[in-house]
């Protein structure tokens, strides 16, 4: 058995771009992100802000947008009236900002949520893995607290998820984003968290849920371990509706669920991730070890948060 298969499904954007997608760039002229030909011209429409280039297969930020509060407002509107036109994108509609960087470190420009995963821009995420070591369990195992996601939930209801996992909204950092999730999303008070997580990387991937010509998104989830005393040290238990309830799985238990898909796919391999880092997933067991290694921190030829 092989988690490649896995892995590359998830990271299914070609190493070559296709030549149907489209780009776009910032006013000076980096690359933020891929589209499909319809969001880039919807963009170009706003041809007093945006400049589309048919010939290039480009649509970039106009030249006068030099100033991030302006094209933090000149996108607001855009995306609201997306909003207005679009069933799925007012769905969809989560009233939080994700940032684009351009140069690194730096950001350029502020995309309500639902409508980044448009751009084709690379958004951010928080993964936490709460684990109860073997030396702390009853029976000897390694297991890990996993919830399984609200019926009602907007994306991919239903299925099971990591401890704790939501996406990186500006301004909040990446640690003060994972204490609140923790808190929001499974009751843990952040005393505990805090004094008991531990940053573990990043896993990285470059996705099309939607099909070789849906939009591109290419994503990074900064990764927290969170090591639990023992299996009845802080239960997580549902704060905010997000899950409908968490359970201890073993390794074992959660890599056959993993197998029969009833993982959201990123969290799969956020869990796969972790066994790599804790020695349960080696060149000895996995036939695709560099592949699966390099595949689940994919690098991406756009500016990055850090």
Known sequence: MSFLPLVASLDSFPFTKDPFFWEL?????????????????????????????????TVAF???????????EIFAQFADALRQEDTEVARAWR??????????TVPYVLMERAVAV??????????????????????????????????????YPGMLDNTVAGGLAYPL????NAVKECYEEAGLDKEFVESHIQSAGVVSYYCQPYGPKG?????????????????????????????????????AEIQERILRGEFKKNCAVVIVDFMIRHGLVTPQN??????????????????TRN
């Not at 005393?229 to 238990?237: A, C, N």
Request: overall charge negative; glycine content about 6%.
């Open 62 to 72: 106009a030249p006068h947008l030099t100033d991030f509060t302006q094209r933090n």
């Open 286 to 303: 996995e036939p695709n070890f560099l592949q699966v290694v390099a595949r689940c921190h994919r690098q991406f030829p756009f500016a």
């Open 118 to 155: 448009l751009m084709g821009v690379v958004t951010y995420g928080v993964h936490i893995n709460g684990y109860v070591p073997a030396n702390k369990t009853k029976d000897g195992v390694l297991k890990m607290w996993i919830p399984r996601r609200s019926a009602t939930k907007q994306t």
């Open 173 to 176: 950092g990446i640690w003060e």
């Open 25 to 57: 760039k910032s006013h000076e002229g980096a690359l933020l992100g891929y589209l499909v030909p319809s969001v880039a011209r919807k963009l170009g429409s706003w041809s007093q802000h945006f400049i589309i280039d048919e010939s290039c297969q």
């Open 215 to 251: 939009h591109p998104q290419p994503e990074v989830e900064y990764i927290y371990d969170l090591c639990f005393e023992s299996e009845d040290d802080h239960i997580p238990h549902t704060v905010d509706g997000e899950a409908e309830d968490f359970r201890l799985m073993s390794l």
């Open 95 to 104: 009233n939080e900002l994700y940032a684009v960087y351009n140069p690194s």
